[in-house]
């Protein structure tokens, strides 16, 4: 693919045909992205990071060095990937088995954040909002603004969008420390509360 006006590529990566790259991204040092790939807008691909085919980042997506997305996995909007976090994509690999065809999807929704050295075992989606905590190892699905911390990850607490963790009174309502904004804890849930 060639350079376009619309982003920047470090000329010692490759992009591969079929490809889409959003206005404003920024692809630095090392990086490959595979055929058929969508990339949104104003994303940051740190260097060393592989983007296997048919991978879907939406915009402002953050990918800090060395990390690979895998076929199957699908990041919303503003999702944070830290560095040498891992996504899986087969759940039972064997070198001398093909199961290309057994790609499991994995969904990052809109405002994740995955810690550094976090593996992501495919099939479990990561909430809105949802916090992975370095180091961690995510074996099931984790809901929205869910703090999970450990191996395997367990919840801890509940974030905010702003990524400050959350601290309910008695009525279950809690306040972001930085943005003020209220969230509600009800039936296991947190919202937070518009207007």
Not at 67 to 85: A, H, K, N, Q, R
Not at 132 to 159: E, F
Request: charged share 15%; proline share 4%.
């Amino acid at each position: 693919m060639e350079q376009s006006n619309d982003f920047y590529m470090h000329p010692s990566s490759y992009i591969d045909e079929g490809c889409s790259i959003g206005k404003g991204t920024k692809i630095w040092h090392f990086c490959h992205v595979m055929p058929n790939c969508i990339i949104g807008d104003n994303c940051n691909i740190g260097q060393n990071v592989v983007i296997s085919p048919e991978v879907i980042l939406g915009n402002n997506v953050k990918v800090q060095n060395n990390v690979s997305i895998y076929t199957g996995v699908i990041c919303e909007d503003d999702v944070f990937l830290g560095p040498s976090m891992v996504f899986t994509n087969i759940i039972n690999p064997r070198s001398a088995i093909n199961r290309k065809t057994q790609y499991t999807k994995t969904i990052v929704k809109k405002g994740a954040t995955i810690g550094a050295n976090a593996t992501i075992v495919c099939g479990h989606n990561i909430g809105a909002y949802a916090f992975i905590g370095a180091g961690s190892v995510v074996t099931k699905d984790v809901p929205d603004y869910a703090l999970v911390l450990g191996n395997p990850a367990k919840q801890t607490g509940w974030m905010s969008e702003y990524g400050h963790k959350l601290v309910f009174n008695k009525e279950g309502k809690a306040k972001c420390p930085e943005s003020g904004e209220e969230y509600l804890l009800e039936y296991g849930k947190v919202s937070k509360i518009i207007g």
